[in-house]
């Protein structure tokens, strides 16, 4: 992944929560969808490890997370991808 300049190595769970999100602006997913998305398995525990993936990201990818530009939060629904910016990603 590329940001301007600067080249990001993401994992490959990043990269898949990352790809939908961006993939799909303005939508909100919550950390259900994206676990049974990404994962590709149901869960029943947890969803932290959804969240410690999308701060791993936005600091990959320099998105301040007290002021999220791209991955925004949905309080009480998730997370959806800004749709009122082009995509530098």
Do not use: C
């Not at 525990?45 to 969240?51: A, H, S």
């Not at 007290?66 to 939060?73: A, C, D, E, R």
Request: overall charge negative; aromatic content about 14%.
């Amino acid at each position: 992944m590329n940001t301007g300049n600067t080249e990001v190595t993401l994992t490959n769970r990043e990269f898949e929560i990352l790809y939908l999100l961006a993939s799909s602006p303005g939508r909100v997913f919550s950390k259900e969808q994206i676990y049974d998305l990404v994962w590709e398995e149901p869960y029943f525990g947890d969803y932290n490890i959804v969240m410690s993936h999308i701060r791993n990201i936005r600091e990959k990818i320099g998105d301040n997370p007290s002021k999220p530009i791209y991955i925004q939060t949905v309080w009480g629904a998730g997370y959806r991808f800004n749709k009122n910016i082009s995509s530098g990603l």
